[in-house]
């Protein structure tokens, strides 16, 4: 390997990998990088993410100054840059290497750091603005709200938290817009469709989920195929026949909240022309709004509302889910559809600016101040009483992020009723109230402070004189 003129051993920060790292996971998710999409791994290290994505069909090349010197350094659709500017020392050299990632950026760079709770795995002495680890690497370990900025400013274009530690930056705004709308609206997916009256039913499907009919240009492939040689109004009459009004209204009110979440989200950097929306954006504001400069006030009028704690906390005792406290509401993941439009702003707002983690099970939406964290209970469906793994907390006035593990811990916090965290359809509930009334009645609640993590709550079921068999409350032998 030829020497680097570096301070610090950075070739030895590289690891070896088996599969895709977690940002190279999320970015193909996220981006929904297709087959034959050009991605450069700027400081690719050993190349596993090089291997792992052109194993996935991807058009790859990967570069690093130490162990990749002669790959392939050309512009491509899609940058990684994951991992690489926490270990440069020097912050002039650091910002230009995130500025020659970005120059070869066609449509979105994605940049990966390791973030500060990462303090305590790494030994060193404090050095320059990071740390010189025992091996000689250098790590600057970034604060959550501190990456988006940075590379905001650096780049200049406008960027997208994906994650805590992972930053999109969009070369241009349709691009940007198009990821935000896959987030906010939900995902569309098509029926399978052979024949003619399959293909009817797929677009009746539709209309009954998004509530409005779809365009051509928004029609899978399969789907116009079939649909081809049918007239647009002939289409629309089978069509609205064949659909639930009832559903189709209910789908319409959803949607014209989504494009309200999506404009007020939109509207932190600045909203541009309704042209410059994604399509089934455009087409939902002409259905469900009557012009864009209407759904734009209302759409200001929501973030207004999101500043208005009377507002919020009407509605949280309002919620369609989640268990309200005296300071947030809860709602597990699985119930977040059916919660307000401010209070989905509000979520939203927090995952844009410091990024949504990919673990969480439950999020907690404070209305004493504005903060939002999302919390890891990974056996939440299986544990009659979820025990907390981890949680990531945004405050909203600040920006600043904190997360905790619970990991080592020997007395974690632990969750009581679960129906209430869940919507009231959901077909969990009977079975968790069920387990709740037990408990009421065998006198475990009489003391809601002493059961909030596991040892008090081992010690109530004790005194009790009762087990827990799966969601079975039993008496104890
Ligand atoms: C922690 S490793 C990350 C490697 C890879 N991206 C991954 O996630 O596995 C950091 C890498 O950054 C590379 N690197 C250091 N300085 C760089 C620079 N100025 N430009 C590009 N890469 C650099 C190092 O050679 C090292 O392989």
């Known amino acids: 390997m030829t020497t680097q003129p570096w301070g610090s051993q950075r070739q030895r920060t590289a690891i070896g990998r088996l599969?895709?790292?977690?940002?190279?996971?999320?970015?193909?998710?996220?981006?929904?990088?297709?087959?034959?999409?050009s991605?450069?791994?700027?400081?690719?290290?050993?190349?596993?993410?090089?291997?792992?994505?052109?194993?996935?069909?991807?058009?790859?090349?990967?570069?690093?100054?130490?162990?990749?010197?002669?790959?392939?350094l050309k512009a491509a659709e899609v940058v990684l840059l994951t991992y690489v500017l926490n270990v440069i020392e020097d912050p002039a050299e650091r910002r230009q290497t995130?500025?020659?990632?970005?120059?070869?950026?066609?449509?979105?760079?994605?940049?990966?750091?390791?973030?500060?709770?990462?303090?305590?795995?790494?030994?060193?002495?404090e050095y320059g603005d990071g740390i010189l680890t025992s091996r000689n690497t250098f790590q600057h370990l970034f604060a959550a709200g501190e990456l988006r900025d940075y590379v905001e400013e650096v780049t200049g274009a406008h960027c997208v938290s994906s994650a805590p530690g992972i930053v999109y930056a969009f070369r241009s705004d349709e691009a940007r817009l198009s990821y935000l709308a896959r987030h906010i609206t939900p995902d569309e997916e098509w029926l399978a469709s052979e024949d003619t009256a399959s293909a009817v039913a797929a677009v009746v499907d539709h209309l009954e989920r998004r509530g409005?009919?779809?365009?051509?240009?928004?029609?899978?492939?399969?789907?116009?195929?079939?649909?081809?040689?049918?007239?647009?109004?002939?289409?629309?009459?089978?069509a609205q026949q064949a659909s639930d009004r009832t559903k189709v209204e209910?789908?319409?009110?959803?949607?014209?909240?989504?494009?309200?979440?999506?404009?007020?989200?939109?509207?932190?950097?600045?909203?541009?022309?309704?042209?410059?929306?994604?399509?089934?954006?455009?087409?939902?504001?002409?259905a469900f709004f009557s012009s864009y400069a209407e759904a734009c006030k209302r759409a200001d009028r929501l973030l207004m509302k999101l500043r208005d704690d009377a507002y919020v906390r009407r509605?949280?005792?309002?919620?369609?889910?989640?268990?309200?406290?005296?300071?947030?509401?809860?709602?597990?993941?699985?119930?977040?559809?059916?919660?307000?439009?401010?209070?989905?702003?509000?979520?939203?707002?927090?995952?844009?600016?410091?990024?949504?983690?990919?673990?969480?099970?439950?999020?907690?939406?404070?209305?004493?101040?504005?903060?939002?964290?999302?919390?890891?209970?990974?056996?939440?469906?299986?544990?009659?009483?979820?025990?907390?793994?981890?949680?990531?907390?945004?405050?909203l006035t600040t920006l600043k992020s904190t997360f905790l593990s619970y990991a080592n811990s020997t007395n974690r916090p632990l969750l009581h009723r679960k129906h209430e965290f869940l919507a009231p359809e959901d077909?969990?509930?009977p079975k968790y109230l069920r387990l709740t009334e037990a408990e009421v009645r065998a006198g475990l609640y009489e003391h809601?402070?002493?059961i909030g993590t596991e040892e008090g709550w081992e010690k109530e079921l004790s005194r009790c004189g009762r087990a827990l068999r799966g969601h079975r409350l039993v008496h104890r032998r």
């Open 19 to 37: 599969g895709l790292s977690v940002p190279a996971r999320q970015a193909v998710t996220d981006l929904q990088l297709a087959s034959g999409t």
């Open 212 to 238: 409005r009919l779809p365009r051509l240009e928004e029609m899978p492939l399969q789907v116009t195929a079939v649909l081809g040689n049918l007239r647009p109004a002939e289409l629309n009459r089978l």
């Open 427 to 429: 077909p969990d509930v």
């Open 250 to 286: 209910e789908a319409a009110k959803r949607s014209a909240l989504d494009t309200l979440v999506f404009l007020a989200v939109e509207l932190f950097h600045g909203r541009g022309p309704a042209s410059s929306l994604p399509l089934p954006v455009q087409l939902d504001i002409r």
């Open 98 to 125: 995130l500025q020659n990632a970005w120059a070869h950026t066609r449509t979105a760079l994605a940049v990966a750091v390791r973030l500060r709770w990462e303090r305590n795995q790494i030994k060193g002495r």
């Open 315 to 395: 509605a949280m005792t309002g919620s369609a889910a989640g268990k309200f406290t005296a300071t947030a509401l809860y709602i597990h993941r699985r119930g977040l559809h059916r919660i307000s439009a401010v209070l989905r702003l509000y979520e939203h707002c927090a995952s844009i600016a410091a990024g949504r983690p990919p673990e969480w099970t439950v999020v907690k939406l404070r209305h004493q101040g504005r903060g939002v964290s999302w919390l890891d209970y990974p056996d939440f469906d299986t544990d009659p009483h979820p025990r907390l793994a981890s949680s990531y907390s945004v405050d």
């Open 448 to 450: 809601p402070h002493l």
């Open 39 to 72: 991605v450069l791994d700027y400081g690719c290290g050993r190349g596993a993410d090089v291997r792992s994505l052109r194993g996935l069909g991807l058009d790859v090349s990967g570069w690093d100054p130490a162990h990749q010197p002669a790959g392939e």
